[in-house]
């Protein structure tokens, strides 16, 4: 090519690249039986969303510490207008007032409960409410990042409750509530999460909705970990005996992330890659709710 059809090349591939043009030699983008557990432990603050399959969740990122992929949020989320409940289960200083957190409130169905409990925790001593915390923590920026205002159960993870109770109040101002818990199962074999959401008796709509929830929760879980076969094929649990469920006036659900007392769901909730892993199949179970 002579210096002159060169210098005329060159100028034309400059203006092409101005931006929202294509340039020169320029590529697109590629493109096992668990047992049941009891209240608040396991056993021991916004526009509609886009329907279209891209503004979910789940694209795949790279690989965490034990080689399993996170999925990740797509930047086209839009939870704008909306408001998530999130219950981080039980509190760092709930181990120090245990009359406190023995004393009994009302369980939504005519009934007490104890206000709350200290939760479980891994074979080397990781408490459930700082694996609680962590992921709600997660969920809670992913959430703000995605437009949506969240409230939070509770403010810190060294104090004590808020009451079983409270739990289920704080959301009223919300759209649904995600309490968030990991089980305890003594045999250390028990492996995988469920959603526990409330058997009938709540109002048909919220009953309704939580039903709803506690769907996508599950299959949303279901990609990344492994569902509890003890719980079914969908691994939901329905239960008439948890207050933070029954004194919800909005959906609601729990979910038990996991076994604390498997060694490998405990090396997963132990880390932040794993903490991110499982915020990130809550978002997506939310996501899907809407």
């Given at each position: 090519?002579?210096?002159r ?11 092409l ?5 294509t340039?020169c030699?320029?590529n697109?983008?590629?493109e096992s ?5 009891s209240?608040g ?9 886009s ?15 034990d080689?399993?992929k ?6 086209a ?19 120090s007032?245990p009359?406190e ?7 939504g169905?005519?009934?007490t ?8 925790a ?23 990042d995605a ?21 289920g ?21 028990t492996?995988g ?19 709803r ?14 569902p ?23 959906p ?9 007392r498997?060694?490998?769901e ?8 794993g ?16």
């Amino acid at each position: 090519m002579s210096p002159r059809r060169s210098l005329v090349f060159s100028l034309i591939c400059a203006v092409l690249v101005l931006p929202g043009l294509t340039g020169c030699d320029t590529n697109p983008p590629d493109e096992s039986a668990g047992s049941t557990p009891s209240e608040g432990t396991s056993n021991s603050t916004d526009t509609e969303p886009s329907t279209d399959s891209e503004s979910s969740t789940g694209s795949e990122a790279s690989p965490d510490a034990d080689g399993q992929k996170i999925p990740t949020t797509e930047p086209a989320v839009d939870l704008s207008g909306r408001t998530v409940a999130i219950d981080p289960g039980h509190n760092g200083g709930n181990a120090s007032h245990p009359s406190e957190i023995a004393s009994p409130v009302p369980d939504g169905r005519g009934g007490t409960k104890a206000c709350n409990t200290t939760g479980t925790a891994t074979s080397t001593d990781y408490p459930e409410a700082d694996f609680n915390w962590a992921v709600a923590q997660q969920l809670k920026q992913e959430l703000k990042d995605a437009g949506a205002k969240v409230v939070m159960s509770r403010d810190d993870n060294d104090g004590v409750g808020p009451c079983v109770d409270e739990r289920g109040t704080f959301a009223d101002d919300a759209d649904l509530m995600v309490s968030i818990h990991a089980n305890g199962t003594e045999t250390a074999s028990t492996k995988g999460f469920h959603v526990i959401v409330a058997k009938p008796g709540s109002s048909d709509a919220v009953e309704d909705d939580s039903n709803r929830l506690a769907d996508s929760m599950s299959e949303a879980m279901s990609g990344p970990f492994t569902p509890n076969s003890a719980y079914g094929k969908d691994a939901i649990s329905r239960r008439p005996d948890l207050a933070g469920l029954n004194n919800a006036s909005v959906p609601a659900v729990i979910v038990e992330c996991g076994e604390m007392r498997n060694a490998d769901e405990a090396k997963t909730m132990e880390s932040k890659s794993g903490q991110k892993k499982y915020a990130n199949a809550l978002l997506q179970g939310i996501v899907d709710w809407y």
